[in-house]
């Protein structure tokens, strides 16, 4: 899926007031059960998440970025698409994964719907 998260709607900062104050509707986490540590907890709706997160199967990485971001969503998703690198022309997922994992595999083990080919299936074989 591609698309944007809201990260702290997602890891939500429930101890800190600011956050409290700048999103009083959509923020409060309230009693919930899903507390990661005395700061954050996932969001009441992500269950599934803080089940895989307490078997140790699912991990957060938070102030995940980089330098001098420019606040574009297409141009940051392009990015870290391509890892930052520019003259890369094939995706990191798709060569891990398409190029290494899917050899013989079913030609829909990856669906897009759309006139364009999105820069995650850029492989060196794509498969979709």
């Given at each position: 899926m591609a698309g944007g998260n809201d990260g702290l709607n997602t890891i939500v900062p429930y101890s800190n007031d600011f956050y409290h104050r700048a999103r009083p509707r959509?923020?409060?986490?309230?009693?919930?059960?899903s507390k990661i540590n005395d700061e954050v907890a996932f969001n009441s709706n992500l269950g599934g998440f803080k089940t895989l997160y307490d078997a140790g199967?699912?991990?957060?990485?938070?102030?995940?970025?980089?330098?001098?971001?420019?606040?574009?969503?297409?141009?940051?998703?392009?990015?870290?698409?391509r890892l930052g690198f520019r003259q890369v022309h094939r995706n990191w997922m798709a060569r891990r994964y398409f190029?290494?994992?899917?050899?013989?595999?079913?030609?829909?083990?990856?669906?897009?719907i759309g006139r364009q080919m999105p820069q995650a299936f850029a492989a060196k074989t794509p498969k979709a």
């Open positions: 959509i923020g409060p986490v309230g009693k919930s059960n199967e699912l991990s957060v990485i938070q102030g995940v970025g980089y330098p001098n971001p420019n606040r574009s969503h297409s141009v940051d998703r392009d990015l870290a698409n190029d290494n994992a899917c050899s013989g595999c079913d030609p829909t083990v990856a669906v897009n």
